[in-house]
Every structure is written in C-alpha cells, then in structure tokens.
C-alpha cells in the first residue's frame, strides 16, 4: 500500500496521494466499527450508513454556529412540541401502568396518544414553518452550538451509541437476515430524516463552511515561518539562481495543500491508533474471550447469553465517530451523499477483503479497497488512451472504451472481491481461533 501511494504520489499529486490516506484512515475506522460487530459477535448490520449519517450531523450540530434569529422565531415552539412529547410519554405509561388490562387501558392509551400528537404536531409545524424561513438560501435551520469540530467526534460517538441503543432494543431479537433488513430500513429512515427536516440539516441544500481543526491553506501561505519553511525546501534553481515569483507561488500552493492533508493524517492515524488498540484490549480481556468462544461454539455450550447488544453499541459509536471525522474532512454536511453503496456496501468488502474478525484485516481491507475506488477510473482512462492509440476515431469500439472506462471501479470491485472469496474466502488477514477451539 505505501508503494502503491507512492506511485500515485509520484505520478499523479502528494495533494492526490494524501487525500487518498486521509479517505482510507476514515474507511479504516469504519471498517473496525462494522468488524467488532460482524467478526466478534457475528450481527449483521446493513444499515452502517445510519451511524456514519448520524455522526456528520452531530459535526454539524457541534461546530456550527447558532443561528440566532431562527431560535428567536421557532425556538420557543419546538421547545413547547419536545414537552408536548415528554408529557405524552410520561402520560402514557402513568395509564399503562395504573389502569388494569383490557378495553379501558386501550382507550385511554388512544385518547393520551392522539391528544399528545395533536399537541406536539401543531407546536413542531409552527416551529419548523418559521425556522426554515429564515433567509432560506443561506440559513434556514438553526444551526449548532459553535464548538471546535473536533469535539463532535466524541459526541459523534455517543449519538451513534444513542441510536444504537435504540435499534438493538426494536431489532436484535430478530433472525439473523430480519435483521439485516430491519438495520437497513432504519438506516434509509434516518437518512430521509436528514434529507426533509430542513429545520435541523438544510436537508438537500447542504451546509458549507464548517469549522476546521487544522489551518486553513490561505492563512498558510501568508504565515512567515511557513513562507521560510517552502523557500528551504525548495531551494534555488539547478542553475542556482533563485526561483521566479511565479514558481515560488506555485510551491506555496502545493505545499499548503499538502500542510493541511498531513495535518489531517496525522489527527486520523491518531483515532485509528487509539480505536486498534482498545479493540485489540477490549478483544483479549475476558469479555472479548467470553464473546468470541460463544460465537466460535454454541450460547448453550457456555450458559452464557452473547452480549449482542453491547457490541452493536460499541460498533455503531466507532461508525460515528468516523462520520463526523469525514464531515470534518469535506467540511460540509450533505445528506444527499449517504448512498448504501458508499457507507454500507463498501465497508463491507473492507471487512471482507480485510479479514472478519481481524482489526489489521479490517485497516488493511480498509485501504485497498477505498485505494482501488478512487484510483479505478483515472487507471482506466489512462488506459483506455493508450488503446485508442491503434484505433480510429470512427471505430465505435474506441467510443465505447471510453464511454465504460470509468465504470471500471465497479468491475475491479467485484473482481477483487469474487477472488478473495475463492482463494482466501477467511480474507487477507483471518481471524485466529481461540486456543481451545
């Protein structure tokens, strides 16, 4: 991997290569989250998009700063519609548990919970009308608390977590493959919450410009330690005399672009660091032992239930932590990006190609897979080039080479992946069996 992002590095741009790292540390980290679900406990989760969704918003929420008038405006109705909502909670289960089983309980429960919804309905559409028209083609939403972006990877976590908890409460009691489909449904609910309620993400129209944890390249280039630093590097001309404005400014641009990608390298390699580590410790206690030797034998063999829910806990927080490191990376929140074959599919060949059950597996999977998605298509253009070389413009097959070329990424992924399964179908790095297994 490093030689082949030395090539790209060489070939193409170090802003290209380091952009690439950046994208597969990110990758890596979601491909351990699903890895601690899927190779530990063995629960398949086709809705890892929810979690990464869940995260970018939490960025947005965390970094962003309030937007004054859109509270002043709606801020009082959306608080009077969650109380609305508490107090119908509170009232339902006061009924439920007070008033003995049969048709009166069910009336009476019908009667709190459409007396509630009426309430809170009409406090939330007052509330959200007036906040999502606030000069709309800029704001239109409320908002976040204008914290360091860099916060949110924890609350990222945590919501990710949060969600968790809700899902494995509906849906671990399911079948191996209704659960599959229930974490899938839930994940494409999410993410059309995230599309319509303008109020809290923009929805379609996106969020722009959000806070960054390192420096940005204008104010590199302007710095003087950082002018002294590319005028070191770059040294004078072969002829030794020194470089013309016009290439030195050049050099400026470049090297800050490359700056900031380091930066960002250096504070993922740091999360993918931590999250190995505790995986791996979280892994080897007695826990991770308990939890692997019932996956590996039978719940009835050990008398033990698997801890299902707790590791999908853990999982999701790592997924959305990776989600709010990627909004930190775009700088952007854009709900109509989160497609199931980018957040879920993707992660899981990472998983796959990498190695179940295997947190290297996962980081290694991790990289060849995102390096072969981005690198796919301009591979095959350049190829493609080489070819129509030998063939006239009128040649239809030169037209039709350079009309699939770049739909060569899917090819090659499932190339890749049909060849790991026949010939390392336990991935690139397997799982090693307990000792008493």
Same mark, same amino acid.
């Given at each position: 991997m490093a030689m082949m992002i030395a090539i790209v590095g060489f070939g193409q741009s170090w802003n290209v290569a380091l952009a690439i790292v950046n994208l597969c540390l990110i990758s890596a980290v979601m491909s351990m989250g699903l890895n601690m679900q899927w190779g530990f406990a063995g629960l398949f989760n086709a809705g890892v998009m929810a979690s990464t969704a869940i995260g970018g918003l939490t960025a947005l929420l965390i970094s962003y700063a309030p937007v004054s008038k859109a509270w002043s405006v709606g801020g009082t109705s959306l608080f009077a519609a969650l109380i609305s909502l508490l107090l119908t909670i509170v009232a339902g289960v006061l009924v439920w548990k007070k !008033?003995?089983?049969?048709?009166?309980?069910?009336?009476?429960?019908?009667?709190?919970?459409?007396?509630? /919804? $009426?309430?809170?309905?009409?406090?939330?559409? &007052? =509330?959200?009308? @007036?906040?999502?028209?606030?000069?709309?083609?800029? !704001?239109?939403?409320?908002?976040?608390?204008?914290?360091?972006?860099?916060?949110?990877?924890? @609350?990222?976590?945590? @919501? @990710?977590?949060?969600?968790?908890?809700?899902? =494995?409460?509906?849906? $671990?009691?399911?079948?191996?493959? /209704?659960?599959?489909?229930? !974490?899938?449904?839930?994940?494409?609910?999410?993410?059309?919450?995230?599309?319509?309620?303008?109020? $809290?993400?923009?929805?379609?129209?996106?969020?722009?410009?959000?806070?960054?944890?390192?420096? /940005?390249?204008?104010?590199? &280039? &302007?710095?003087?330690?950082?002018?002294?630093?590319?005028?070191?590097? /770059?040294? !004078?001309?072969?002829?030794?005399?020194?470089l013309s404005a016009s290439v030195m400014h050049e050099a400026m641009q470049l090297s800050a672009g490359v700056f900031v990608k380091l930066c960002y390298s250096a504070l993922f390699l740091a999360v993918v660091l931590i999250i190995l580590g505790l995986a791996t410790r979280a892994l080897n206690s007695p826990w991770g032992r308990m939890m692997r030797a019932i996956r590996f034998a039978t719940q009835l063999a050990m008398g033990k239930n698997t801890p299902d829910r707790q590791v999908f806990i853990i999982g999701s927080a790592v997924i959305g932590i990776s989600g709010a490191m990627l909004t930190t990376l775009d700088g952007q929140f854009t709900p109509g990006s989160y497609i199931p074959l980018r957040y879920t599919f993707l992660i899981w060949v990472m998983v796959i190609i990498g190695g179940s059950g295997n947190n290297l597996g996962a980081i290694i999977g991790a990289f060849i897979t995102w390096f072969v998605w981005i690198e796919a298509e301009p591979s095959a253009l350049w190829l493609v080039s080489h070819i129509n070389v030998f063939l006239d413009e009128s040649n239809p097959l030169r037209q039709h080479l350079q009309e699939v070329a770049p739909q060569m990424r899917m090819v090659l992924m499932g190339l890749i992946l049909v060849l790991v399964l026949r010939f390392r179908p336990k991935g690139i790095l397997p799982e090693e069996a307990p000792d008493h297994y």
């Open positions: !008033t003995a089983k049969g048709k009166k309980r069910s009336w009476r429960m019908t009667a709190v919970v459409l007396t509630g /919804y $009426l309430f809170m309905r009409f406090f939330y559409e &007052q =509330g959200t009308a @007036a906040i999502e028209a606030v000069n709309p083609a800029k !704001t239109g939403f409320l908002g976040g608390m204008g914290l360091p972006i860099i916060l949110s990877w924890f @609350a990222g976590g945590l @919501a @990710a977590a949060g969600l968790a908890w809700l899902i =494995g409460r509906i849906s $671990l009691g399911l079948r191996s493959d /209704y659960f599959a489909i229930a !974490t899938l449904g839930i994940s494409e609910i999410m993410i059309s919450i995230l599309k319509n309620e303008d109020w $809290l993400s923009r929805g379609v129209k996106n969020v722009t410009g959000l806070k960054r944890p390192v420096p /940005y390249e204008v104010d590199l &280039q &302007q710095a003087e330690w950082f002018i002294k630093l590319v005028h070191w590097i /770059y040294g !004078t001309a072969e002829d030794g005399e020194s």
